[in-house]
Structure formats: structure tokens, C-alpha cells
């Protein structure tokens, strides 16, 4: 039994690199497709547990490298960019990877809370987070003082997107959503202006980098954000960053851990409250009935060990990246990336999706051009919670 266990423990951690580092090939994707495969229930949690650890690790590097993002690292490709395009992109992916490690960390402390505490204050949440929100939304643009009309504008525009988006009858509607806000628009941009990648230091900056912040935020945001429906990674960071100013770096590792942290209460909250928030969620809550009280205590542990392999994957990958990337011809890459992201989004989401594509791309470039802080496409998924919890 247990060669069997390691056996699916390895493939989810196969799977969960592939989806990781495969531009538009979302988690949710894989795990749609777990309850009509079938097999035996332990194997099966095993193997989303794995999946799904693994590529919380491992989706920043396509983010970083290639700006192609999904909803759960958009926010990473922004500074993300900037550190490749100063030969430091390894360093934005540790960063990352540290932050993700951080998570897991944070988790072990704050699972007896996660357990006991957050279900009882589910009630008393929800009534005030849709004022919550509101309030972060305000504070974003009260803090933009220079481009606030710009950046209102851009921040309403893409909530209405949004709203519309999740509206229609799309399959997968996130991916077109935010593969054009995020993805093809940075895409196209990178095509229009031609960067010249620099070779990528071999050598990581040996500058500490705080973890205090970005740790006490994301223990104290993310299980709150796994908790409901419409909040997630993004939004979290969105909440986070608002509440505490932090650098660049502390940013990416507070993305890094957001994402994970988010990931793994998820997992957990499928046992404790029956709350579905992912798909990796939903994938567990349909053998729930078939698995023992205790699986929960297993789910923890296989995060832990996971994430130390994931951590050590995440970098052993991206120092390989990172050592040829300035050879290719980035604006190709690009460009082949875009094709590969625009195919993605019309076999998975029709002819319908890839107009609200179209539309978000638009929309993303006006962004560059207004030179608004990119953040405010999260908007996207900001007002659409906030008409949810009204």
C-alpha cells in the first residue's frame, strides 16, 4: 500500500509541474476530471493533494518568465517582469518559492485555528465583508493620488468586465477573463516594444529580504479569503498589500505564500466547514464520503513534505530557465506563447470566451498606456465579490 502512496504522491507531483509550468493549462482543468476517472478514494487524495501543492509552487515561473499568468500569479508578472528584465529573474522565482515554503510554515501554526476558530466566525465575516471590501477598493485609489481618475476608471471598467464575464454562459470564464488582463496583454506589449532580455545573473542578490510582514499577513488574510467564494490569491494580496506597504521583494514572496496558503486552507476547509473554493477543493469534497475523519491530519502532512520537494523543484527548474532564457528570441517566445494562450482560451472557452479574450487584451493595453498600476484589473474580481456578499 504504501509503494502505492508514494506512487500517486509522485504523479501528482508530476501533473502539478506540468499544469504549473504550462502557460493557460489551469489546475481546475485536471481536477474536472478526477471524479469521472474514479479509483481508490486514499490513492485519489494522495494525488490532488500532491497536484495541487506542487503547482502553487511552480506556476510563477511561466508568470515571471513568459508573462503568462493565471488568476492566482497575474499580480506576480507585474514586478515579476521587471526583475527578469534586470537579469534577476531567478531571484523574483525564489522569492516566490520562499514565500510558498513561508506558507506552509504559517499553515502548521495556524491549522488548530483553521480548524476550530474559523467556522465559528464565519457568520460574523460574512455580514461585513462586502463593506470590507469596499473599503480596500477606496484605499487603492485614495493611495494612486496622482493617476486616482485613471486608475478609478480602469478598476471600474474591469469590475464590470468581470461582472459580465461570470455572467455569460462561458466554460472556464476566468481563463479568457484574466488570460487576456493579464496574460496576452503583457504578451502583446512585450511583442510591441521588443525587450532585450539580458543574460540572468547566475548569483542571487545575498540581501536579506523581511519575511515578518508578509507572513503575519498571509496567515492572517488567506484562510479568511479560502473561505468564500469569489475571493481568492488575488484578491488576498490585493487586501494584504493595502494593509501593510511592502517593497517589490516582500511582494512576491507575499504572492508566493498567498497562493499556497490559499491553496492548502482550501484543502482542509473541504473537511471542517464542507466549503468548496477550488477546484482542487471540489475534487475533494466528491470522496469525502468515502474517506475517515482523520484524512485531514494526512492532508497536512503530505503538504509539508510536498512543499519541500516542490521548493527545491521550483529552483532546480528555474536556475536551468534562467541560464538559456536570454538566447531565445523573446519576442517569438512571446509571440508563440500568445498563439499557444489564444487556442487555449477558444477550445476551452468558445467562441463567446474568446471575445470577452478580446476584450480583457483591450483592456489590459489601456492600462499600460494610462500607465496604471496593472493591480486595478483585479477589479475584475473585487466588484463581482463585493454585488456577491450585497
Not at 494522495?46 to 508568470?63: C, K
Not at 455572467?167 to 472556464?172: D, F, M, T, Y
Not at 475523519?293 to 530557465?321: M, N, Q
Not at 489601456?366 to 466588484?383: A, D, E, P
Request: proline share 5%; net charge positive.
Amino acid at each position: 500500500m504504501l509503494v502505492y502512496l508514494a506512487l500517486s504522491i509522485a504523479a501528482g507531483i508530476l501533473a502539478g509541474t506540468f499544469t504549473g509550468l504550462t502557460p493557460a493549462i489551469h489546475i481546475n482543468l485536471v481536477m474536472a476530471l478526477i471524479p469521472v476517472l474514479g479509483g481508490e478514494p486514499f490513492l485519489l487524495l494522495f494525488f490532488i493533494v500532491a497536484l495541487a501543492i506542487t503547482h502553487s509552487f511552480l506556476d510563477f515561473i511561466p508568470s515571471i518568465y513568459f508573462g503568462a499568468p493565471d488568476e492566482d500569479t497575474g499580480l506576480a508578472s507585474l514586478p515579476g517582469h521587471d526583475f527578469l528584465l534586470k537579469g534577476l529573474g531567478h531571484y523574483a522565482v525564489k522569492l516566490s518559492a520562499v514565500g510558498s515554503f513561508l506558507a506552509v510554515i504559517v499553515f502548521l501554526f495556524i491549522f488548530p485555528a483553521v480548524v476550530f476558530l474559523l467556522p465559528a466566525a464565519y457568520p460574523f465575516i460574512s455580514r461585513f465583508l462586502g463593506l470590507f471590501l469596499i473599503d480596500i477598493a477606496v484605499l487603492m485609489i485614495y493611495l494612486e493620488k496622482r493617476r486616482a481618475r485613471a486608475s478609478f476608471f480602469v478598476l471600474i471598467a474591469s469590475g464590470f468586465l468581470g461582472l459580465a464575464s461570470l455572467s455569460l454562459p462561458v466554460r472556464n470564464n476566468l481563463l479568457p477573463l484574466l488570460g487576456g488582463l493579464f496574460g496576452s496583454s503583457t504578451l502583446i506589449y512585450s511583442i510591441r516594444s521588443r525587450p532585450l532580455i539580458p543574460a540572468q545573473l547566475k548569483c542571487v542578490p545575498k540581501e536579506k529580504v523581511s519575511l515578518f510582514r508578509p507572513a503575519i499577513l498571509t496567515g492572517a488574510v488567506s484562510p479568511v479569503c479560502a473561505l468564500f467564494p469569489g475571493l481568492g490569491s488575488s484578491q488576498a494580496a490585493i487586501i494584504s498589500s493595502s494593509l501593510g506597504r511592502l517593497d517589490r521583494k516582500e511582494f512576491l514572496v507575499l504572492l508566493g505564500s498567498i497562493n499556497t496558503l490559499v491553496m492548502a486552507s482550501s484543502l482542509v476547509l473541504v473537511f471542517v466547514v464542507g466549503k468548496i473554493r477550488t477546484g482542487a477543493a471540489a475534487a475533494l469534497f466528491s470522496l469525502k464520503a468515502s474517506l475517515p475523519d482523520y484524512s485531514i491530519y494526512l492532508i497536512v502532512g503530505e503538504i509539508f513534505l510536498v512543499s519541500i520537494f516542490a521548493y527545491f523543484l521550483t529552483i532546480f527548474i528555474s536556475s536551468k530557465l534562467s541560464s538559456r532564457i536570454h538566447k531565445f528570441d523573446y519576442s517569438r517566445i512571446s509571440f508563440l506563447v500568445l498563439c499557444f494562450v489564444s487556442l487555449v482560451v477558444l477550445l476551452f472557452s468558445g467562441f463567446l470566451g474568446f471575445f470577452i479574450f478580446f476584450v480583457s487584451t483591450f483592456l489590459g493595453l489601456l492600462c499600460i498606456r494610462l500607465k496604471v498600476r496593472r493591480g486595478f484589473l483585479m477589479g475584475s474580481l473585487l466588484l463581482p465579490a463585493i454585488f456577491y456578499y450585497f
